[in-house]
């Protein structure tokens, strides 16, 4: 890049011939969502976390819905004072379990959320990431060191979705993926938004929740969500709930133990059940833990099995909760 150049990405730029990272200590916004917004169901179920985003994105995906934010080219509507141990205080203040980076893609401010993730971990708080795996190696591996869980969007199986769609490839998040499974202890879920047309076919879900079987094994949770018309696919319908529902079908008939819907309201879908007697272990209604049925060990109370996940030994009270945070507030 020539001086003073941005990448596609937007937030790193050559500054008298270094390339830095120029939203560092700035953010889009914070808010405390449930966990299972994230979506992760089973991390910490029922807890608060602390919500943040910056601006800009390492993908150039069609159907963004945070494109506002991903694609934002107005840094000063970045807030100026966001300073890592501000963030780790707030979310202790606030009694957040968790601090959450999302919105956009936390690999593009990996030395940020770095320094945010030290400072949470001070204070026993756990770092999240929501991220579409898109990584090179090396950056991966010190990224992930920091971070206590993840949810990884797998957009599509197809190659010709991630290049036309998004503008990146597919291989390199199916290698973060078989990283985070083999070589980390990151807690990870799985997101595919189905897009009617470009991701949704039988044939598709079929071969993906195969590869997770095969490379990842049956207990990592899958989530198919319906897609909204959005940024730069107005005229692309929005999803059946049929075909999401269908899609979690196949997901389980191919042996992946717990798989759930997302953006439409359908309380079986979003519970869990016990991949072992098949009793209901975690009933929610939307983002709201309805019913709670593990023991202090994360065990069914019907038969005794263990559900994969990192529980407590009971679950938050946070519910379906939203609250804006002022970090300039004492």
Known sequence: MHEGQRGLCFVRANVNSEIVLTTWGRSSGFVIDPIEKKPLNHFL?????????????????????????????????????????????KAQQ?????VVFTYNDPVIFHEYAIDVAQACHEKDINTVAVTAGYVSPEPRAEFYQYMD??????????????????????????????????????????????????????????AMSQWVVDNL?????????????????QNTPMTPEATVIKARQIALDNGIHHVYVGN?????????????????????????????????HGCCLSCGGICVGVFDSSPGEWGRKRQLVNMTEV
Request: proline letters at 6%; a negative charge; one cysteine or more.
């Open 45 to 89: 179920p029922g807890t608060p976390v602390l919500s943040f985003g910056t601006a800009g994105c390492n993908l150039a995906c069609k159907f963004c819905q945070n494109w506002d934010i991903s694609k934002s080219r107005e840094m000063d509507t970045l807030l100026a004072d966001a300073k890592p141990e501000l963030i780790a205080d």
């Open 94 to 98: 606030l009694g957040c379990r968790s």
């Open 149 to 206: 869980a993840a949810n990884v969007d797998l957009k599509a199986f197809t190659e010709r979705f991630y290049h036309k769609i998004t503008g990146s490839h597919l291989q390199p998040v199916l290698e973060t993926l078989k990283y985070l499974k083999h070589e980390t202890q990151v807690w990870f879920e799985l997101t595919t938004l189905l897009i009617p047309g470009e991701n949704d076919s039988d044939a598709e879900i079929q």
């Open 217 to 233: 094994g049956p207990d990592v949770p899958m989530h198919f969500s319906v897609f909204h018309p959005d940024w730069k696919m």
């Open 264 to 296: 439409m309201h359908n309380k079986y879908a979003d519970s869990t059940w016990c991949q072992h007697c098949g009793g209901l272990v975690i009933g929610r209604d939307w983002y709201q833990i309805a019913e709670w049925q593990l023991d202090p």
